[in-house]
């Protein structure tokens, strides 16, 4: 239980930090950002817990995900 109110907080005050923080060749301070609920973090249970299921050796890092081309007629 206190590791995930630690992670919650944790989330929380990153969230917040990257909101506002500013960087080089920034042109406005004004907010640009909307959440579609509030807060921003939601407390979702062992849903979101990470896992992985297999571990798979592979001949580049793109060799599992290929993409195809299409020429489409103009």
């Known amino acids: 239980m206190r590791g995930r109110l630690l992670a919650h907080a ?3 005050f990153i ?3 990257l909101l506002h923080v500013s960087f080089p ?3 406005n301070t004004a907010g640009n950002l909307a959440f579609p609920y509030s807060p921003s973090e939601v407390n979702a249970g062992p ?3 990470f896992s ?3 571990l798979l050796k592979t001949t580049s890092a793109t060799a599992l995900f290929p993409i195809y081309y299409e020429a489409l007629a103009s």
Do not use: I, K, P, W
């Open 10 to 12: 944790a989330a929380h």
């Open 15 to 17: 969230s917040g930090t």
């Open 25 to 27: 060749g920034m042109f």
């Open 47 to 49: 849903v979101y817990e």
């Open 52 to 54: 992985a299921y297999r």
